[in-house]
């Protein structure tokens, strides 16, 4: 879909363009009007800056010869010389602080703008000007555009504790983040798992803290394996980081983890822990991970943190976190217990407020503002200077507000982009499955929850990108930012209106996606579709233009994999995988072959409707078959399933009569064993919508890939109530095993089938499904043919391992030869192939 573009008709130029250049550009600017003209940019072009934005003169040189090929003659002063480029500050334009006004014409380009991140958010936009598709190169559209930013604060939050990313790494970073007009930099340098910033009054916090593995302070986790790895900030280093952003109009906001998350110091520092007669540990699994608040030494220990920090960060926040703190370490503590006597405390909350407040004045002290995490709230009174960023949810945003705080949105439910992009990809569930297009139907301020004056105190909104999951594969911090964080700009930046993701999408395709491959960028690309109907596969390209490749054996596609052109004549459509492929390095998750739906709905009144549908078409050969019922969208999740029955030949093969809601995503299991193309199959099942509210799905009927047999599995390692062994015996991809404690060498896992099974090859996972987390490390599987002796497979490569019998399989085995270094251990169902 064509961007709306007011055109007006000046003709104060000899060249001209075809009419209706897309300029594509994000985020969409407040108000652009456009003429069929261009200006030819000279190859001796000048460009003129303001003194104030002196400090980035090296910057827009580089940028601007990059972009266009051409080497500008640089200058400072306040007057445009013409037919050359100028970026002025204009102290009485009538437009807010970030804002600026851009007009291209005969005379060149003026920007103007109140403030210097004003001129560089304009020079942002001339720069996507210039490389939008349709623009020829060495031109540059005549426009005139008035632009400024919904939100103040918008912000992008990256995890370098978990895995640690060099300074040049961070440097691109920011650079991608000031191509999207976001002004904020949220450095997370703290954590459990690392502390990456060196302290001269606290040294060992970096030189012990800033590393894991055999013989460190800190154990391997999240993919570090048994060697040392980590590495941490120069004071130095950041200064360099912090001075790079500031020329480019991004800020950093440094945070330190504490009370909670905060193992790397207590591992450097024992002293700092409390002192417990009993471990606990925290959400992720942690122990010996928080502050005693009681130990008044602790207290002396920040205000030398947070003066270095002070020093190094001008930045007017300095965010100490708060979230997650393992309240039961202080439930034990004599000195925390002592503090909560004296105060007359009755619960831990005062405990954690009582900390913060000894923080904020800390903070305050070196004339910076304290900013946390929505769990500081709980448990007392803050300074009013606190900001409150809420990533629970949008409802502890609308708590936050009513308690007076200015906050930041960045609920992990839309904005967390460690969160998978579909449900077969890499990344946490527990928010959301969070793709591009929720990222974009994200609206920051609940106008019907707030007042006019309480909405001001919503000061922008951010992302945030968790590190647990980054460590494999290469660049894989890239394609969970983006383009996500293109779609997350616009909601910070664009004024509010309608959301049009046809709009976004036909800018972000038609050109963004090619500057953000320009800029180096290994992305996510848009999968296909790809559809199995009546012996054909056909491919939908996810837009125009867009490069598709298959393979048919199974196996992952690649830049060298054939192109898809037309439709594919087989009936061996499951072995069949396609993919988008930008460029060598930048490519979409792989996609399977679909069948279409065997029923669908929409409805928005009360209402049941009975399905009987005739599927022989779609059940083409014998094995395990799941009927799904997937939602359009979240909006339209209402209603219930029930009697949901599948006939062969008219003849019962299984019933499911319970009812059951469609927000749940039904999956149900139906065993085909004698299949032959002259069956008949009927599918019957009723919906009932209870609410006048819009109701609508998909139906999906596919097959397994994999054999079901009977297996019984036993372990050397005490059972978890919550997590069975049963759960390795139902072949649900979703549940799994998990126990209590890390394995160590010695435990086993035993499947045992209760016939003999024919497979060519049997994978064996541990860790959470589509999460690395949890996995064996030090291992191997066994597979045996009586149940009694055993033959050494392959060794677990990342949780993974693969057995390939050449007989009848009677039972597979999980032999553990080392802890895996974490607070559990998971293992999932196996994968039989037939």
Known sequence: MKIKLLFIVFFFSFYTVFYGQKLDLIPKPVKVEQIDKVYLIPNSIHITIDKKLGNSKYFIKDKFLKKTGIKPIMSIGNKHKKKNISLLIDKKASIPTDGYTMNVSENGVIIKGKSTNGLLNGFQTLVQIITAKEVKQGTIPYVKIEDYPRFAWRGMMLDVSRQFFDKETVKKYIDWLAAHKMNIFHWHLTDDNGWRVEIKSMPDLAIKGGFRGPDEVLPPAYGSGNKRYGGYYTQKDIKEIVNYAAERGVSIMPEIEIPGHSRAVIGAYPEIGCVITKQTKSVQGEVNNVWCVGREENYNILDSIIKE???????????????????????????????????GYTDTFQLQNYFFRKVEKIVEKYNKKAAGWNEIIKGGELSPKTEIFA?????????????????????????????????????????????TKRVYSFEPIPENELTVQQQKLIKGVQGALWSEYLDLPARFMEYQSYPRISALSEIAWSNKQPKNWEDFYSRLTNSHLGRLANMGIAFRDFPPTAIYNKGNITVTLPYHGAIVRYSSDGKEPTIQSPLYSSAIQTKEYEKYLFRTFFNESTASPTVKVEKLPVANWSTSKKEIIKFSEIISETIDKSGIWYLTFNPIAESTANGAIRAVTLYENDKLINSYGAENALKFKLRLRFAIENYNERNSYRLDFSVENKEDKESAAKVN?????????????????????????????????????????????????????????????????????????????DGHVEYSYNGVDFIKGDSFDYGNASIFPNQTVLAVKIVITGTNNEAIMAAQDLRINP
């Open 309 to 343: 920090f002070s020093e190094m960060f001008p930045f007017e926040y300095i965010h100490v976190a708060g979230d997650e703190v393992n309240l039961a370490t202080w439930e034990q503590c004599p000195k925390c217990i002592a503090v909560m006597e004296t105060e």
């Open 391 to 435: 990533w629970q949810g949008i409802s502890y945003g609308i708590e936050s507000v009513k308690k007076g705080h200015n906050t930041v949105m960045i609920p992990g439910q839309y904005t967390y982009f460690d969160m998978a992009q579909s449900a077969t990809e890499r990344g946490h569930r527990w928010a959301a499955i969070i793709d």
């Open 701 to 777: 009927l596919d097959h397994s890939p994999y054999q079901e047999p009977a297996v019984k599995v036993t372990s050397s390692m005490i059972e978890n109530p919550k997590f069975p062994f049963s759960l390795l015996e139902d072949y649900n991809m979703e549940t799994y095993l998990r126990t209590d404690v890390a394995c160590v060498s010695g435990d086993w896992i035993l499947y045992t089938f209760k016939t003999p099974i024919v497979s060519s090859k049997i994978d064996v996972l541990t860790g959470i499904p589509n999460h690395p987390r949890f996995i064996i490390n």
